[in-house]
Each structure stands twice: as structure tokens, then as C-alpha cells.
């Protein structure tokens, strides 16, 4: 008879766990057998069979150090927070930083750290700036700085010689999924926008920049995106590279924005560009 071959065990941190993409990783981690789960948070959350959530201030590297200095067991670090701030040049900062207080805290500690993933998106290409080349590949220039993502991948590229862990990055579209008390949600924000529209009597207007109403536009799904994030980290021949991650459909606003109004029994009336913070 031949041995039972034992089943690998690996110990994934995810940080940034109560957002879209750090919810739904978990949720399809928790499904894996050879997977303990970790999930770093400001809120934390409630622990369940194979996942318990540690709250931390990654910003605070001593915070950092405290919550996260025993975690010696740590094989995969799932990076995908954010902090948000009034202007693109201050994102760069706590974004780089956090990031940064993870890698310096688990690196030491957890001999058996084999990969880093980072959590990007289109904002690389200047999706955030207008038009950009279509389609995207992940070898195509940078912008012009500052741009975070750019600055974390650049960290982990540096530090990664030498070491016995590689990385990836993972650059979805729009993400799409369920979570919970997370203000970063576009489905929200149309919801929201939609209820304010109909209870002062108005057509839902699209209220984005010229051009996008027309133009084509993809999605990502969170629980693509989560397959894709794993299969990246534990296949040896995604080591050290960045990959695009969309559903792989079309679509566009002018056609999805009428069934939206349909939804909410509401008119639709031309584009209008609005800021709808102010």
C-alpha cells in the first residue's frame, strides 16, 4: 500500500478583509480544505471554523507589529487595502505604507512565506485620468506619477530578490461583488442616487463624464476575481508577473442604465454630469 499522501496546508492572510475583494477571497478560501485563513481588518469580524479576522491599524507600524508578530504559520499574504484621501498624490503615502509595515512584519517571522499578492486595477493604465489604450496589457508604460499601485509593486519587486517568496499583482476592471459596510461601492452609489431621483420626481440621469455613457466597458466579478488571485499565488508560473482579471463581456452604460431606471420605476432623461459628492 502506499502512503497517504498528506494534504498541503498553506495559511493565507488577507488584508483588507471586510472590503468587495477581501470578503469574497475569504469566502472562497474558507471552501479550500488546505487553507487556514487569516483576515486583518480595522473592524475585524467574527470568527468561523478555518477563518478568525485580527483587527490592526496597518498605518501604525507598531499597531501592526503587536496584532500581526505572531503569525509565524503565514505562507500567503493577500494584500488588498486601501485608504482613501482627498487627492492622488496623498494616496501614495499610507497606501505604500501599509503595505510596507505587513511585508516588514510577517517576512521575519514566517519562515514559510511563499507569496505575495497585490491587489491593483485599471487606475495602472490612467483609467482614473480618461481615455486609455484598449485593450490594456500588463506590459503596456506607466503614467506619469504618483500613482500607489505603481509604488507598491515596485516595492515588492525590489525586496523580492533573494527571497524565497515571489509575487503577483492582480489588475481587475470594476469590481463587482457583496459586502458589507463598505462605502467603496459603485452599486450603492447608483442605488442611492437613483432613490434621491425619484423622490424629487426626476428622470435618472447618467451622471458620468461625456463619452463614458457611450463607451464599452468591462466588469469584473469578486468571485472571478478571488479563483484568479489563487490560482496566481500557488501557480509557479504566475511568479513575478501582473495579470489582467475581467469577466471577459461588454458592456454599455447607454444600455444598462435604462433597465437601472426600469428597476427603481423611473424615466430616463439625457446625460448630465454631476458630481454627486457635492
Not at 163 to 190: D, H, Y
Request: proline content about 8%; aromatic content about 10%.
Amino acid at each position: 500500500m502506499k502512503p497517504e499522501q498528506s494534504v498541503p496546508r498553506y495559511t493565507a492572510l488577507v488584508i483588507g478583509a471586510g472590503g468587495v475583494i477581501g470578503r469574497n477571497l475569504i469566502d472562497y478560501l474558507v471552501t479550500l480544505p488546505q487553507w487556514n485563513v487569516i483576515g486583518v481588518s480595522r473592524r475585524g469580524g467574527e470568527d468561523a471554523p478555518g477563518l478568525r479576522y485580527i483587527s490592526a491599524d496597518l498605518l501604525n507600524e507598531a499597531d501592526t507589529q503587536d496584532k500581526l508578530s505572531h503569525l509565524t504559520t503565514v505562507t500567503h499574504i493577500f494584500y488588498a487595502a486601501y485608504q482613501d484621501r482627498p487627492t492622488w498624490a496623498e494616496l501614495v503615502q499610507p497606501n505604500l505604507a501599509m503595505l510596507v509595515n505587513v511585508v516588514n512584519t510577517i517576512e521575519p517571522i514566517a519562515p514559510n512565506l511563499q507569496h505575495i499578492s497585490l491587489m491593483q486595477g485599471y487606475k495602472v493604465y490612467g483609467a482614473h485620468l480618461g481615455p486609455f489604450k484598449t485593450p490594456a496589457k500588463e506590459t503596456d508604460a506607466y503614467h506619469m506619477p504618483p500613482e500607489f499601485n505603481v509604488d507598491q509593486q515596485q516595492f515588492l519587486e525590489d525586496r523580492q530578490p533573494g527571497s524565497s517568496w515571489t509575487w503577483s499583482a492582480l489588475r481587475p476592471s470594476v469590481v463587482c461583488g457583496f459586502a458589507l459596510g463598505n462605502p467603496m461601492n459603485l452599486a450603492m452609489v447608483i442605488g442611492v442616487y437613483a432613490s434621491i431621483s425619484k423622490e424629487l420626481g426626476l428622470p435618472l440621469r447618467f451622471p458620468g463624464k461625456p463619452g463614458a455613457y457611450q463607451s464599452l466597458l468591462e466588469m469584473t466579478d469578486a468571485t472571478l476575481l478571488a479563483h484568479a488571485t489563487v490560482w496566481a499565488a500557488t501557480e509557479p508560473r504566475c511568479a513575478n508577473q501582473a495579470f489582467n482579471i475581467t469577466n471577459g463581456d461588454l458592456f454599455r452604460w447607454n444600455e444598462l442604465w435604462p433597465k437601472i431606471a426600469a428597476f427603481f420605476e423611473l424615466e430616463t432623461a439625457p446625460p448630465l454630469p454631476s458630481h454627486l459628492q457635492q
